[in-house]
């Protein structure tokens, strides 16, 4: 029903940058937030950053200042520029979008297959 379609992982040098972008496509009715998360090995998956359809944006506190999240809504979609990335950035970067698929629908989750991010020092 809802498909993420993610681009822009890779590698890249300590200090250098990078672009996610993600959209959604299908029975998106009514998208309310999108955001990225990611989990490096042997870790849980944390949130990275998301933005709601008001145009409201929420950071962890690690890329503070450094990683900046967009979204086009009228699209479905979203970009992260993540700047000065260090090798603790490496990981899968998973797309995530909360959205209804119908008018009288329950919001719920929906997750991209996740992008390879990696930064060597």
């Known amino acids: 029903q809802v498909h993420l379609t993610e681009s822009g992982g890779g590698l890249v040098q300590t200090g250098g940058s990078l672009t996610l972008s993600c959209t959604a496509s299908g029975r998106v009715f009514d998208l309310n937030v999108m955001g990225w998360y990611r989990q490096a090995p042997g870790k849980q998956r944390e949130l990275v950053a998301s933005i709601s359809d008001r145009g409201r944006a929420n950071y962890a506190d690690s890329v503070k200042g450094r990683f900046t999240i967009s979204g086009?809504?009228?699209?479905s979609?979203?970009?992260?520029?993540?700047?000065?990335?260090?090798?603790e950035d490496t990981a899968v970067y998973y797309c995530n979008a909360n959205l209804r698929v119908a008018k009288w629908g329950i919001s719920r989750d929906y997750w991209g297959q996740g992008t390879q991010v990696t930064v060597s020092s």
């Open 72 to 75: 086009d809504f009228d699209k």
């Open 77 to 87: 979609t979203v970009h992260l520029q993540m700047n000065s990335l260090e090798p």
